[in-house]
C-alpha cells in the first residue's frame, strides 16, 4: 500500500474527529482536506517516528484550531444555559450536594483500555450541546490552555469555567447511563 492510500485509509476516522470538534460538516471537511494535503506534501515529515494516524491527528489538530481562529465571528455561543440550568438542579441539592450519590464507576482504568468505552465517551460528547462540546474538545482533546479558550470564545474565566463544568456533569449523566450502569451499549 503507497502513502497515498494509507492517507485515505485514515480519512474516515480523521473526519469524525474533526466533526467532534468543529460540529460543522464543511469545517470539518475543509480540515480533513487541509491536513491530507498538507501530508501529501511533506511525507518526509512523517519519518515514521509515530503511527501515521497519530501524525495525521496532530497535523488536524492544527488545522481545527486554524479554523477555529477564522471562523471565530460565525461560531454560535448559544449556551443553553436553560437546559443546563435544569441539569444543575437536578444533579445537584440547593446547598451545592450531589443530589444522589454518583453511581459505582467499577475500574475506570480498566475501562480506558477499552475501545468500546471510548466510542461510548464519543457518542456521548457528540451528543453535548455545540458551546459545551466545544469547550471541553478544545481543553481536553486539543490541550489549549485557559487562556487560550477564553481568547478564541470570547468567554471570561469564569464563564469558561462554568461550560467546562455543564459539559463534564452532562459527560459524566451519559457515562453513567450508558457504560457504567448495566447495559455498556453505545448511545
Known amino acids: 500500500m503507497d502513502f497515498q492510500d494509507e492517507l485515505a485509509g485514515h480519512r474516515t476516522y480523521l473526519l469524525r474527529f474533526a466533526r467532534l470538534q468543529l460540529r460543522n ?13 498538507a501530508a501529501l506534501s511533506k511525507p518526509q515529515s512523517f519519518g515514521s517516528r509515530s503511527q501515521l ?3 495525521l491527528v496532530g497535523i488536524l489538530k492544527h488545522k ?3 479554523l477555529f481562529r477564522s471562523n471565530a465571528r460565525e461560531v454560535c455561543l448559544d449556551t443553553d444555559s436553560e437546559s443546563a440550568d435544569e441539569l444543575d ?17 467499577g475500574n ?18 457528540e451528543k453535548l450541546p455545540a458551546m459545551l462540546g466545544r469547550v471541553f474538545l478544545m481543553r481536553e482533546w486539543l490541550e489549549l490552555s485557559s487562556d487560550d479558550i477564553c481568547k478564541e470564545l470570547g468567554l471570561t474565566p469564569t464563564n469558561l469555567y462554568v461550560q467546562l ?4 456533569l452532562r459527560l459524566r449523566e451519559c457515562l453513567e447511563l450508558n457504560w457504567f450502569g448495566t447495559s455498556k451499549e453505545t448511545p
Open 165 to 168: 463544568h455543564r459539559a463534564r
Open 89 to 105: 438542579n437536578l444533579v445537584f441539592k440547593a446547598d451545592g450536594h450531589f443530589a444522589q450519590t454518583p453511581a459505582d464507576w
Open 25 to 37: 460538516d464543511a469545517w470539518a471537511e475543509d480540515a480533513v482536506s487541509e491536513t491530507l494535503l
Open 108 to 125: 475506570p482504568e480498566q475501562d480506558l483500555n477499552s475501545r468500546q468505552f471510548f466510542q461510548t465517551m464519543e457518542a456521548c460528547t
Open 64 to 66: 481545527v484550531l486554524d
Open 53 to 55: 494516524k497519530t501524525w
